[in-house]
C-alpha cells in the first residue's frame, strides 16, 4: 500500500496546515505532549518546522524509565535544532497518586478506568499550559487510531484542537519521522501508550500489528478485520459527535 511518494511535500503540506490554521484564528502557540513514541515525536517535530512559538509537554506519570528518556532526549533535541520550541516538564505522578488517594477503593480497581484517567491527567496540563499562553493543543492520533478502531481516551488524549496526522496511516508516520530525522530509537520502538504499570504495548492490548489493522481499513481484508470491527463498533461513541436530543 502505497498512498505517499513525496514526504518532503507531505511535510510541507502538514506544516502550511497548521500554519493556515493558527493565523486563521489568531493563536498565538503551539501546544503539543511527547510521550517518546513516533507519533507525538512526528507532530512536534511538525509543530517545530513552522517556525511559529511551540511548547513541548513532557509528562512523567508512573513512566518506565526508556519512555521518559526517549520523550526527554526528542524534546531537548528539538530546543537545539528549533529557536522557537520550549520544552515544559510537567510530573504529574504525585497528582495522581493524590487524586487517587482520595477516591474510594471501590472505584480504583478497574485498571482501564486508571490508565484513562492518567490520560485525562495530561490532557489537563496540556490545555493549563495552552489557556495560559494563548495556544491550541496539537493531537497526535493517526489513522487507524482515531478512525478506525478508536484507540485513544475520551477526553484524554482524544482531547485536542487540530489533528494534523489524522489521516495517516502508522506506516506512513514512521516514514514520515525517519524522513524528519526523529531518533532512530523512537522510530524503531514498539508502540506503547505508556498507561499501564506493566508496560504492555499496543500490540499487546489490541492483539494485531498496525500493519495487519491497516491493511484491513484500507481493503476491508485480512487476518485482522474481525479484530477492527470489533473495536469500530465498540468505540463508535468516541469517534462519532455526542449524541444530542432535538425537539
Not at 519512555?67 to 530546543?79: F, G, I, K, P, R
Not at 506506516?171 to 504492555?200: C, F, H, M, N
Not at 500489528?209 to 474481525?226: F, P
Request: hydrophobic share 35%; aromatic share 10%.
Amino acid at each position: 500500500m502505497i498512498r505517499i511518494d513525496d514526504y518532503e511535500q507531505l511535510k510541507t503540506r502538514i506544516v502550511n496546515w497548521i500554519k493556515d490554521y493558527y493565523w486563521k484564528y489568531n493563536i498565538k502557540a503551539l501546544v503539543v505532549g511527547v510521550s517518546g513514541g513516533i507519533d507525538s515525536a512526528v507532530v512536534s517535530t511538525l509543530c517545530a518546522e513552522t517556525g511559529l512559538p511551540t511548547y513541548v509537554l513532557t509528562m512523567p506519570l508512573h513512566s518506565k524509565e526508556g519512555n521518559t528518556e526517549l520523550s526527554d532526549a526528542h524534546a531537548y533535541q528539538l530546543v537545539e535544532k528549533y529557536s522557537n520550541v520550549t520544552v515544559v516538564n510537567v510530573d504529574l505522578t504525585r497528582t495522581y497518586e493524590s487524586f487517587m488517594s482520595w477516591m474510594d477503593d471501590a472505584f480504583t480497581t478497574n485498571q482501564l478506568a486508571n490508565a484513562n484517567t492518567k490520560s485525562r491527567l495530561r490532557m489537563v496540563a496540556l490545555y493549563q499550559v495552552a489557556g495560559s499562553v494563548g495556544g491550541i493543543v496539537v493531537g497526535t492520533g493517526n489513522k487507524v487510531e482515531d478512525y478506525g478502531i478508536g484507540f485513544y481516551t475520551k477526553y484524554g488524549d482524544g482531547g485536542v484542537d487540530i489533528a494534523p496526522i489524522a489521516d495517516l496511516y502508522k506506516s506512513e508516520v514512521w516514514e514520515l519521522g525517519e524522513y524528519l530525522g526523529v531518533d532512530q530509537r523512537i522510530v524503531d520502538a514498539k508502540p506503547t501508550d505508556g498507561l499501564w504499570d506493566d508496560d504492555r504495548k499496543d500490540e499487546d492490548q489490541i492483539g494485531a500489528s498496525y500493519e495487519d489493522l491497516e491493511e484491513a481499513m484500507e481493503y476491508k481484508k485480512g487476518i485482522a478485520l474481525n479484530i477492527l470491527e470489533e473495536y469500530n463498533k465498540k468505540n463508535k461513541h468516541k469517534m462519532e459527535p455526542i449524541p444530542t436530543f432535538k425537539l
